[in-house]
């Protein structure tokens, strides 16, 4: 295997390398920047140094990924963002989740012959409305430091693509096996690019200068782009038109939050699945006895495969678009608001409630035994390597204001359609939708679909004493929230630093999902990533859990998702960057 995927479990007793790894912490006092490509980070820590703020940093990183890492993101797909005003010391979120087209109903997609529990990944009935474009522009005019405009802060991105970038090997490996589904992105070779293959694409330049010239509503959701959009989906079978792109709006929304181990995590809310990061940490902090479970022990494992089950079979069941339970008046009032909102799903106060979370631990956690049930043949296989298809930046600025940003097409490429002369795919979110009109997460028109993608906050304090602790993200699918919560119990349980909490072997939960509901997690499977003994994976397996393949290696790493972590030490203010080795990316620390 090449060096870039080895990971092999520390032999040494040093306390602060607990774990082999390619890096360290990168350390700054005036701004941090995390993401999965360095010319991304390196187009973020521009604007810093520039006179930008974390969330004009965040913005214009993603853009640069949108080129940089087409086959996981783009101007096609969707994004979410927390910020930290650390000025007014709340935590803020925008919704960037695209709707489905007023003409998805249900009857439309049997009638276009889809069976079954979910929609086709590649069918153009599976194309929301792109959201990412919106939440770029709108994160920078109501967060963003004042100066800088968006034309600026696409600019980086806009030079990735018109003079070139050389892809990295993670990312080289995901586009060459996607690369198929989306042939006016292929490499030279008529596949996808090498490692170091110098690519440009001078089309979604063009795209991005129109973006920041005229606005969004103007350069993106209106006009050739949103013309060229519809005309791609209407050839293909798709219901999308002119009107459910200019009627998209980026929705600004309360985050939902839990208190774990004296610090407060912030999540995007429903129908993203944030959701499920809360219910699993308010199990394990149930679990009183986790923090002295060591890294990488059965014991510790156990508890925390169990406990994200849970979290997931709780989720799956209730997490859907907050419109389609909340009531008429709930949302009447949200539409009505001065800017477009969403009105708080009605369970959430429930579903998040520390009692319940150990009532329910207590009458569902065996030490002895996982709680595995009989096979749901409606699952299908295990879907190994299937993690990953997302990218996540996060910044802190000088002033101590932090950006969380997420954006992805879906599963790779999405659908693979590139609509003609904009150079990007289009996402297939859609398949996120249930089919089964009983479930609330089912396919409607306007409906936004349960959401994997899912930006992460971490505060310390309460009222005018709250300040920003962390920034962090995981992607992958459904390997985002047990990234997460691994990576958090790392820093926050075992008192790793942000690098050696990235670096250390993860768990992937895999089935859980949306089209199907919570009966998904009854036969759910788990891999193990390599530096996870064999011996432990046998303990494992004694108790019940459905070890899938014995220990995963090499690329096949990817289904445990790829983080990037800004922790910030409240007393002094000093920044320690981390970037997962999973991956391409890197911490810069100013």
Not at 32 to 52: R, W
Not at 164 to 177: F, N, S
Not at 427 to 441: C, K, T, Y
Request: proline share 6%; glycine share 12%.
């Amino acid at each position: 295997m090449p060096s870039y995927t080895a990971f092999v479990a520390s032999t040494t007793d040093d306390a602060g390398l607990p774990f082999s790894s390619r890096r360290s912490c990168a350390y700054g006092t005036r701004g941090m920047v995390s993401a999965s490509q360095p010319a991304a980070a390196q187009a973020a820590l521009g604007v810093l140094q520039s006179g930008g703020n974390a969330a004009d940093a965040a913005v214009a990183a993603a853009a640069a990924l949108a080129v940089t890492e087409p086959c996981h993101t783009g101007l096609g797909g969707d994004a979410f963002a927390l910020f930290y005003d650390a000025a007014e010391k709340k935590v803020k979120c925008l919704a960037g989740n695209g709707a489905a087209p007023a003409g998805l109903t249900l009857d439309a997609v049997r009638a276009a012959g889809v069976e079954g529990s979910e929609m086709p990944l590649s069918s153009a009935l599976t194309v929301t409305v792109p959201g990412a474009a919106a939440l770029w522009e709108d994160a920078v005019a109501r967060w963003g430091g004042g100066k800088k405009a968006l034309a600026d802060v696409l600019e980086p991105a806009v030079a990735l693509a018109e003079k070139g970038y050389a892809v990295g090997p993670t990312t080289a490996w995901v586009w060459q096996r996607n690369g198929p589904s989306a042939a006016p992105l292929l490499g030279a070779g008529g596949g996808g690019p090498a490692p170091g293959e110098l690519m440009r694409n001078p089309i979604v330049a063009g795209v991005l200068r129109r973006l920041g010239k005229l606005g969004a509503r103007e350069g993106f959701y209106s006009g050739p782009v949103a013309e060229a959009i519809v005309e791609a989906l209407a050839a293909r079978g798709g219901v999308m038109t002119a009107d459910d792109l200019a009627n998209h709006r980026t929705l600004e929304v309360q985050p939902i939050s839990t208190d774990y181990r004296g610090v407060t995590v912030w999540e995007v809310p429903p129908p993203c699945q944030g959701l499920v990061a809360l219910l699993a940490l308010n199990l394990l902090e149930a679990d009183e006895e986790l923090p002295s479970k060591p890294q990488g022990s059965a014991e510790r494992l156990h508890s925390m495969i169990e406990s994200v089950r849970l979290a997931f079979a709780d989720a799956l069941a209730f997490n859907c678009d907050p419109i389609a339970v909340a009531g008429a008046e709930a949302a009447a009032a949200a539409a009505a608001a001065p800017r477009a909102a969403a009105p708080a799903h009605p369970m959430l106060s429930q579903l998040l409630s520390k009692p319940r979370a150990a009532a329910r631990r207590g009458a569902m956690f065996d030490s002895s035994a996982a709680c595995v049930a009989s096979e749901d043949p409606a699952l299908g296989p295990a879907r190994k390597e299937a993690g990953g298809d997302t990218v996540y930046v996060c910044v802190v600025d000088a002033e101590g204001n932090g950006c969380s940003l997420i954006n992805s097409n879906y599963m790779g490429f999405g659908t693979g359609i590139v609509p003609e002369g904009c150079g990007f795919t289009l996402q297939n979110r859609g398949h996120n939708f249930s089919l089964n009109p009983a479930h609330p997460n089912c396919a409607a028109p306007g409906k936004r679909p349960y959401h994997t993608i899912m930006p992460a906050m971490v505060t310390k304090g309460e009222g005018d004493k709250r300040q920003l602790q962390g920034v962090i993200g995981v992607v992958g699918g459904t390997a985002q929230p047990q990234g997460q919560v691994q990576v958090l119990s790392n820093i926050l349980d075992l008192g790793m630093d942000p690098q050696s909490a990235l670096d250390a072997p993860r768990f992937c939960v895999d089935r859980a999902d949306s089209t199907v509901g919570a009966a998904s997690v009854a036969e759910s499977h788990v891999f193990l990533e390599e530096g996870i003994s064999e011996e432990v994976a046998g303990k494992l397996a004694a108790l019940g859990h459905n070890i899938v393949g014995g220990i995963t290696e090499g690329q096949g790493r990817t289904v445990f998702g790829r983080g990037q972590v800004i922790w910030r030490d409240t007393e002094s203010g000093v920044l320690a960057g981390a970037s997962d080795p999973r991956n391409d990316g890197c911490a810069i620390g100013w």
